[in-house]
């Protein structure tokens, strides 16, 4: 008998590709937000908490604009009002005062801008590709047996996957061998903050 497994990815793939194109231009500032809405059930921050990183990833992008202009291409990513900076800058000198100006957003907790490059704007062709292998990486997710896919954000910038999400140890490993099985993807960072199996079950319990 033909497996059904093939196509049924591909279809995945398909509805979170449409999700990705429905966001618009959003999702090239504000880094993430093209999966956000039905994700929204199972993601293990309270819904408070998914608010305010929406919120502060708007505050974060507006600070930077202000800033650098539109000299710079930056993604703005917040999970648990930790911030990840993400895309190319102009000069180096660009990364501490974004950096700088971002911290100062009201509640952020911490800002990550280590992975700003100093290089030409990426292009629309390179910004989709990465919002495709993002949609991949959601799908495998999907597919695979046993995964918890809307506990986990995922974000790629530059061919770089990033996983956000509270996990245990044995769910990151899996997500993290799942993104580096997607053709494509150059390398898989862990943003991730491990929790143990009781306080998952103390999360799933609420």
Known sequence: MTSKRPARALTLA??????????????????????????VVTDRRSSATQLEDQTLEVKA???????VGDRAHVSVTSYNRAVLLTGEIFKEEDRAAIEQAVS??????????????????????DRSNDALLTTKVKASMLEATGMVA?????VT?????????RVTEQEAARA?????????VHKVVRMVEIITPEELKSIQGK
């Open 150 to 154: 809307n506990a986990f954000k995922v």
């Open 157 to 165: 910038d530059r061919r770089v996957v990033y996983l956000f999400g």
């Open 104 to 125: 100062k957003v009201d509640n952020v907790k911490s800002v990550s801008a280590e992975d700003l490059v100093v290089a030409w704007p990426s292009s629309t062709g």
């Open 176 to 184: 993290v061998d799942l993104a580096r099985g997607v053709q494509g």
């Open 61 to 67: 992008s507006n600070r930077i604009r202000e800033v």
């Open 14 to 39: 398909a509805l979170l590709a449409a999700a990705v194109v429905a966001g618009g231009c959003v999702p090239l500032v504000v880094g993430g937000a093209a999966l956000g809405g039905s994700m």
